[in-house]
Every structure is written in C-alpha cells, then in structure tokens.
C-alpha cells in the first residue's frame, strides 16, 4: 500500500510540474504576442468634410523588440503613430531602440509621449534618436495635423503631470478642433471634465494588470471605456514589466479608426 501510496505522489507532483510548465509557457506566449487590435470609433463632433483618421498606437515597448508582422499589419492603414510611453527602459541597448523606431517610421509619421520609464535611460541619446528619425516629441505640447485641414490635433502630457498642467495647454487650444489627449498613465486620464471638450484619450502604462487570476489584477484590463463627454482607451501595451509573463492581460497594439458619426 506504500508503495502505492508513493507511486500516486509521484503522478500528482509530475502533473503539477508538467501543468506549471504549461502555464508558464503559455503565460510567455501572451506576453511576446503581436496583436493589433482594430477599433472604429465615431464622434459627433467629428469634423464634417474630413477623412476618417487612423492611429496606430503602441505603449509600454519597454525590452522587446517590434516584430515585423505588426508593421506589416499597420503599414498602408495608419495615418500617424503614436508611443503612449515607455519606449524603453534601463538597460534596453540604444541600437534596439533605435530598429524599433526604424520600423515604426515604415508605417506613418511617428509622435511620443514620455512613460516613467523612457527618463531610465540618457535622454539626450534617445532624443538623438528622435531627431534622426524625424520624431515629434509632444513633452506638454500640441500638434495640429495639416494633412486634415488642421482640424484635428494631438496634445502630448508629460508622465507625473498634473490635471492643471493639461488643461492650460487645452485652453490654448480653439474649441473647435477634434481634440486627442495622450497620456501615459490613465489616473491623469480620469480626470479630465466634460468642459475640457477632449474626445478621445490613449493611454497605457498600467499593462493591463499583466498577470490577472480569475479576472483580477493590480489593475484593470486595458479596453476602451465610453463617458458621456470623452472616450478612453487603455492599452494592455506591448512589453512586460520585472518578468515577460502575462496572463488575461495578453500584449497588443491598436489601429484605431476615429470618425463622423
């Protein structure tokens, strides 16, 4: 009977082990995933005579490296991209970063917001980088888009800045433009009033939660929420923080189609 006894121990510790492996394989294929969601989102406000607007949008890069299936899902269908923050981080060799924003610049004109994380590493090498690649760094500013009858303009945060911070530079802004704020971290997000007049807000930051169990996590899921006076969307982004594990909070990107509606 002991030796029975012993025989079911052993059965049960190498299920154990062989379904720990599994997870873990499985949690290090969400994190290396290279989806692009593809989100339409109408506006009211939307300016009437325009093009639609696409958006590629990316956050939370961190150490990996792009994968060429997600340019050539974006290449030909994006407008402009975007980082949402955290390009890189400490440690990140510059010459990754720098293939990651040759890439990028295949798809359409690139713009950044800073993350925590980008102010780990020298930032005067990453703006070198910046300025081969003709990035626009949006460091509390704002960028009217000729190509759309300048009717449409992205407003940059800097990551740790206050609500007061944003809306000075939105009441610069003529009311009647078709305003995207984007923001690294989405608790500056939830902020914003209904008189700020913003219609859409990306941002990333959180990753998700990266590893949820049974629906929960640190944080929320990233997803697109509706309010009555904006639209937010969160990403669960692209790269992994301390571990590149995920789990119900798989890596993506998006392509994200705003217009009249």
Same mark, same amino acid.
């Given at each position: 009977?002991?030796?029975?006894?012993?025989?079911?121990? +052993?059965?049960? &510790?190498?299920?154990? &082990?062989?379904?720990?492996?599994? &997870?873990?394989?499985?949690?290090?294929?969400? $994190?290396?995933?290279?989806?692009? =969601?593809? #989100?339409?989102?109408?506006?009211?406000?939307? %300016?009437? +005579?325009? #093009?639609?607007?696409?958006?590629?949008?990316?956050? #939370?890069?961190? =150490?990996?490296?792009?994968?060429?299936?997600?340019?050539?899902?974006?290449?030909?269908?994006?407008?402009?991209?975007?980082?949402?923050?955290?390009?890189?981080?400490?440690?990140?060799?510059?010459?990754?970063?720098?293939?990651?924003?040759?890439? &990028?610049?295949?798809? $359409?004109?690139?713009?950044?917001?800073?993350?925590?994380?980008? *102010?780990?590493?020298?930032?005067?090498?990453?703006?070198?980088?910046? =300025?081969?690649?003709?990035?626009?760094?949006?460091?509390?500013?704002?960028?009217?888009?000729?190509?759309?009858?300048?009717?449409?303009?992205?407003?940059?945060?800097?990551?740790?800045?206050?609500?007061?911070?944003?809306?000075?530079?939105?009441?610069?802004?003529?009311?009647?433009?078709?305003?995207?704020?984007?923001?690294?971290? %989405?608790?500056?997000?939830?902020?914003?009033?209904?008189?700020?007049?913003?219609?859409?807000?990306?941002?990333?930051?959180?990753?998700?939660?990266?590893?949820?169990?049974?629906?929960?996590?640190?944080?929320?899921?990233? +997803?697109?929420?509706?309010?009555?006076?904006?639209?937010?969307?969160?990403?669960?982004? *692209?790269?992994?923080?301390?571990?590149?594990?995920?789990?119900? $909070?798989?890596?993506?990107?998006?392509?994200?189609?705003?217009?009249?509606?």
């Amino acid at each position: 009977m002991k030796n029975q006894g012993d025989g079911m121990i +052993g059965i049960l &510790l190498a299920a154990a &082990l062989v379904g720990t492996a599994l &997870l873990i394989l499985m949690m290090v294929c969400k $994190a290396f995933a290279d989806t692009v =969601r593809e #989100d339409v989102l109408a506006f009211g406000e939307y %300016p009437a +005579g325009i #093009d639609d607007f696409t958006i590629f949008f990316i956050s #939370d890069i961190h =150490r990996r490296s792009i994968h060429d299936s997600i340019i050539f899902k974006a290449k030909g269908k994006a407008d402009v991209v975007i980082i949402g923050g955290d390009l890189t981080e400490k440690g990140v060799p510059f010459s990754r970063v720098r293939e990651n924003l040759k890439k &990028l610049i295949e798809i $359409a004109p690139v713009y950044f917001i800073w993350g925590n994380n980008d *102010y780990e590493v020298d930032i005067q090498k990453l703006g070198e980088l910046f =300025r081969e690649f003709d990035v626009t760094v949006l460091k509390n500013k704002s960028a009217f888009l000729p190509a759309f009858d300048n009717q449409i303009v992205l407003i940059g945060t800097d990551y740790g800045d206050t609500i007061e911070s944003m809306q000075a530079i939105l009441y610069s802004i003529k009311k009647s433009a078709f305003r995207i704020v984007l923001c690294h971290s %989405p608790v500056l997000a939830e902020k914003v009033a209904e008189s700020d007049n913003v219609s859409l807000i990306l941002s990333g930051h959180t990753h998700g939660g990266q590893i949820r169990m049974f629906g929960l996590g640190p944080y929320e899921k990233g +997803g697109i929420k509706k309010y009555p006076w904006t639209t937010l969307l969160v990403s669960n982004g *692209y790269g992994t923080s301390l571990l590149p594990l995920r789990l119900g $909070a798989p890596a993506e990107t998006h392509l994200v189609t705003v217009k009249k509606g």
